[in-house]
């Protein structure tokens, strides 16, 4: 069975940072592409960053435009544990973040992804 558990959210204030974490667990994780999105009261589920592992010390990354140059997605294959730093937060980055497994190339559509963690609160304050 797998499971994705995130950790790392919290309060912070505007111009801080966070670092999320999601452990992986019930398949081979390298295998899979890992994603970040979040979803603020209100709003719909939205993409913010997705890391494939291609071999090597050969990473692919994708950002959501809101979140480029701020946040950084990375992974620990032999951690089974994949990484989001996040940098510059704004209060608009106040959602509930989730990581997400996908057999696909860096997908960006939730219904891409098959399995979901439960989630990590971030709060920005202004």
């Known amino acids: 069975q797998v499971q994705l558990v995130e950790s790392g959210g919290g309060l912070v204030q505007a111009g801080g940072s966070l670092r999320l974490s999601c452990a992986a667990s019930?398949?081979?994780?390298?295998?899979?592409?890992m994603g970040w999105f979040r979803q603020a009261p209100g709003k719909e589920r939205e993409f913010v960053a997705s890391?494939?592992?291609?071999?090597?010390?050969?990473?692919?990354?994708d950002y959501a435009d809101s979140v480029k140059g701020r946040f950084t997605i990375s992974r620990d294959n032999p951690k089974n544990t994949v990484y989001l730093q996040m940098n510059s937060l704004k209060p608009d980055d106040t959602a509930v973040y989730y990581c997400a497994s996908s057999p696909r190339t860096l997908p960006r559509r939730s219904y891409e992804y098959d399995y979901w963690g439960q989630g990590t609160q971030v709060t920005v304050s202004s």
């Open positions: 890391i494939k592992w291609k071999g090597g010390s050969i990473y692919y990354v």
């Open positions: 019930g398949r081979t994780f390298s295998s899979y592409d």
